[in-house]
């Protein structure tokens, strides 16, 4: 059964954006978090004419304060969420000397504060209420590295020891943490982070297929549903991880030379 209410962070696009159309499909009432009203509008409009419900928050979630005071007025206004997904990011997949020191600080701002505000601001009534999820979106720079992602992953790494540590702590109140890796999902994201795709590591796309973002969405919804602590798709990367583990020279030196296949495929 669908939860009633979701907020959804990152909706105006891609991975967020197919997300939200999916809950508003199974009859949630989605609330939509991101910088762009118009694009925001757009997705609850789109989300109201195919017969679900959907409000728009224009936010910028960098800031502790504004997501206090938002999530304050969703709370008396509609009602503490049901769900949770801390979906919003962002970050260039640059060399470090590439990278400037306000780049890799905007990498932490968002996904992980952002994170870590809403989350902090919305969990003492779900606690209260003892029920309700919360679900973070991150790639497989949590668990890997490769070259010319340092501040990426290294912001990823924070999001997910975040939500790990949720994990532990809040199994006791009966809230649940979902956290979803997802390969590769073709959304603007490779235009609004200009320099990032010919950085991503060159691999098979028949072992390593490409997501739609209504894949990534489905994969979110299902283990949400399922109330699933941990969900990697595609599954391939669940057995990366493992050899990252057991073998992380071997790892590495895989990683190292698919990054540079990336940038230089003629070599
Ligand atoms: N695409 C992939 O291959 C992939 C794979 C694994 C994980 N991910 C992660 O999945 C998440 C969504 O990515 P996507 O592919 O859907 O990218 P996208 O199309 O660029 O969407 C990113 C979303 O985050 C929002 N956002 C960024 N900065 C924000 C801020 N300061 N305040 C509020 N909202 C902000 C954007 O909205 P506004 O610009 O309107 O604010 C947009 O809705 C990201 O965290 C990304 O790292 C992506």
Redesign the pocket.
């Known amino acids: 059964m669908a939860p009633k209410l979701v907020v959804i ?10 997300t939200a159309k999916r809950y508003g499909a199974a009859g949630a009432h989605v609330l939509l ?5 118009e ?2 509008y757009g997705v609850a409009h789109a989300i109201r004419e195919a017969g679900g419900t959907a409000t728009a928050f ?5 800031g502790s304060e504004a997501i206090k005071e938002l999530a304050a007025r969703i709370e008396s206004e509609i009602g503490t969420p049901d769900l949770l997904i801390n ?5 260039r997949w640059l060399p470090l000397v590439d990278t400037t020191p306000d780049d890799a600080r ?1 990498m932490i ?3 992980y504060l ?1 994170a870590f505000n809403l989350t902090r601001a919305f969990a003492p009534s779900m606690i209260a209420r003892r029920s309700g999820g919360i679900v973070f ?5 949590s668990y890997l590295a490769w070259p010319n992602a340092s501040a ?1 992953i290294a912001a ?1 790494r924070a999001l997910a020891g975040f939500a790990e540590t949720l994990q532990a702590e809040l199994k006791p109140t009966g809230l649940f943490v979902t956290l979803v ?13 200009p320099g990032s795709r010919q950085n ?1 590591p060159k691999t098979s796309p028949w072992l390593v297929p ?2 739609t ?1 209504e894949q ?1 969405a489905q994969a979110i919804f299902d283990g949400a549903e399922q109330q699933k602590p941990f969900v990697v798709k595609p599954a391939i990367y669940r057995a990366l991880f493992v050899m990252n583990a057991l073998f992380p020279k071997t790892v590495a030196s895989q990683l190292r030379r698919a990054a540079k296949k990336a940038r230089d495929p003629v070599t």
Do not use: F, K, M, Q
């Open positions: 962070t990152g909706a105006s696009s891609g991975i967020g954006e197919a978090l991101a910088r762009n009203a694009r925001l224009p936010i910028d979630l960098v979906n919003a990011g962002a970050g905007a701002d968002v996904p952002a979106i991150t790639s497989p720079a990426y990823r890796v997802l390969g590769t999902v073709e959304t603007p994201y490779w235009e609004h982070n991503v490409t997501l973002p990534a």
